[in-house]
């Protein structure tokens, strides 16, 4: 799972999901894997505060707005994917 989140989010998220965090990929069945599934697109990270502008990050780029339904944020390109808030 590490190559898929954060390594500190490793241990929270299994116990979330039920599963065994010393359980190898190739144990984990069927069942297990629809768990972490749901858990994984179900995170809510509420936003408790910020760090002001010493720990501001400035990046560039962005989503093209042609491919944004402005109405639902929605992408054009790929349907159920939305660029902020909740659908």
């Given at each position: 799972?590490?190559?898929?989140?954060?390594?500190q989010m490793v241990l929270p998220l299994c116990t979330v999901a039920g599963l065994d965090p010393d359980k190898y990929c190739?144990?984990?069945?069927a069942q297990e894997?629809?768990?972490l599934l749901h858990h994984l697109k179900n995170l809510h990270f509420p936003v408790?505060?910020?760090?002001?502008w010493e720990e501001a990050i400035i990046t560039s780029g962005?989503?093209?707005l042609k491919e944004v339904n402005p109405s639902?944020?929605?992408s054009k390109v790929?349907?159920?994917?939305?660029s902020t808030g909740k659908y």
């Open positions: 799972m590490r190559s898929l989140v954060p390594l190739n144990q984990v069945n894997r629809d768990m408790t505060g910020h760090g002001g962005g989503i093209h639902t944020l929605e790929l349907p159920g994917l939305h």
